[in-house]
């Protein structure tokens, strides 16, 4: 089994590094990286910048954002300073971060990918980058970046990018080998066309909760209307993706080996981390709603505090950070929202690999950068953002499938807890 260099950057995009409590490291370049006491009650923020400084919170230490700071700090010749401030909690981190906001504190440019975001751009506390920053056509992979757009406003940038996509078993009756896209109905279809088949096998855990929360994102707007604060789950539509789901649930995964899936891999798929020949695309299927619309997901959303005193610095080290430049940097772990540096970051990791001896056979890169560049075109709609609304659905999943309750239970459990908590 070849040791690839794949799997090198998949260990360390997926390992997360917490930092201590109350130092602060000074870093060669004069990367100031703070360590906060992410303690409700002792909050050491606040805007004190001045023209030529700006502070940016992270949750975690991020080698991208500290790789990006050194970079534009040279640019401009140390005339800037900007300080990381990286708090150490995951749990109490939304907390203390819209806990600053809220009070017109807080740092000037936020990591927002475990905030609860939209509530904030409700109540205008982030800045919308629309007008404020250029998107010029056919640089960036716009579609992703514009799936983040939330009531008109442009509140969060994604810096990366992944892929919800099945790569399916050669199997002649399958009609999909000429279309690149995948939808509920085509699984079900699939799975009750071959019964004595196993469905997916996966690294990954896929269980039926997981194929019916994906789903559940994709239609996620016929769900829940989150500038109007509603939510129509206790409806036929939900109840029959429950349902539909359950129908091939005890076929979901096989823990026999020997037999053929019909569906070899669930994974989030991303160029960076397989353009260099462990998979073909010419195999894969972009997971859709019936609009063959498709899932943008990223957990690298930056976002500008509303409240900073330094909105133009903020902006311009936003433009900074998805530029091609920063983003075929080396500690870029997704793939990137600007599209050159994608195709030159995939490349390298191709070459890398060859160097290596790992030289793939049968692969083309511009054809399976094609695909790859189909399938981010496709990708309209988001993740849930709403660390709260996935914890309910989840949840409420989990007990229909384990037969805690009916389908029918699970919905109207769902609707009241979705309709409480929207109307906090």
């Not at 960076?272 to 997971?287: A, R």
């Not at 900073?308 to 950070?321: G, V, Y």
Request: charge should be negative; charged fraction near 20%; glycine fraction near 4%.
């Amino acid at each position: 089994m070849k040791k690839s260099l794949i799997a090198l950057l998949f260990s360390a995009f997926t390992l997360v590094t917490f930092s201590g409590c109350g130092t602060q490291e000074t870093h060669a370049g004069g990367l100031n990286i703070t360590s906060s006491n992410t303690n409700i009650n002792n909050t050491n923020i606040s805007n004190t910048n001045v023209s030529n400084e700006l502070t940016i919170a992270s949750l975690r230490h991020d080698p991208l954002l500290e790789d990006a700071i050194r970079r534009f700090e040279a640019l401009h010749d140390d005339r800037y300073t900007i300080e990381l401030v990286v708090y150490d909690d995951f749990t109490s981190y939304s907390q203390i971060i819209t806990t600053a906001i809220m009070s017109g504190r807080g740092e000037d440019i936020i990591s927002a990918s475990h905030l609860t975001w939209q509530r904030l751009a409700d109540v205008n506390m982030l800045l919308d980058l629309n007008n404020k920053m250029s998107f010029e056509p056919g640089i960036y992979y716009q579609s992703v970046l514009d799936a983040f757009i939330y009531n008109g406003g442009r509140y969060v940038l994604p810096l990366g990018f992944r892929i919800d996509a099945f790569r399916l078993n050669n199997v002649s009756a399958i009609d999909m080998q000429n279309r690149r896209y995948f939808t509920l109905d085509d699984m079900i279809a699939l799975a009750h066309a071959y019964p004595d088949e196993c469905f997916i096998h996966s690294p990954m855990g896929i269980n039926e909760t997981t194929i019916a929360h994906r789903f559940f994102e994709l239609n996620f707007d016929e769900f829940i209307d989150l500038p109007n604060r509603t939510a129509n789950v206790d409806s036929e539509k939900f109840i029959n993706l429950l349902t539909d789901v359950q129908s091939i649930g005890d076929r979901l995964v096989s823990s026999d080996w020997t037999r053929i899936p019909l569906i070899q891999e669930t994974m989030l798929h991303n160029i960076v981390m397989h353009v260099d020949g462990i998979e073909d695309y010419s195999d894969f299927h972009l997971m859709t709603n019936a609009r063959g619309e498709g899932v943008a997901r990223s957990n690298m959303l930056m976002a500008i505090n509303a409240s900073t005193q330094n909105p133009e610095l903020a902006t311009r080290f936003m433009q900074f950070l998805i530029s091609e430049e920063v983003q075929s940097s080396p500690e870029m772990f997704a793939t990137p929202v600007n599209r050159n540096a994608a195709q030159i970051v995939s490349r390298g990791t191709l070459e890398g690999s060859i160097a290596l001896g790992f030289v793939p056979e049968g692969i083309d890169f511009d054809t399976n950068l094609a695909v790859f560049n189909a399938f981010a075109d496709r990708l309209t709609r988001i993740g849930i953002s709403d660390l709260f609304i996935s914890d309910f659905v989840i949840a409420e999943m989990n007990r229909f499938f384990n037969g805690e309750v009916t389908a029918q239970q699970a919905a109207s459990n769902l609707q009241a807890r979705l309709t409480t908590y929207l109307n906090e």
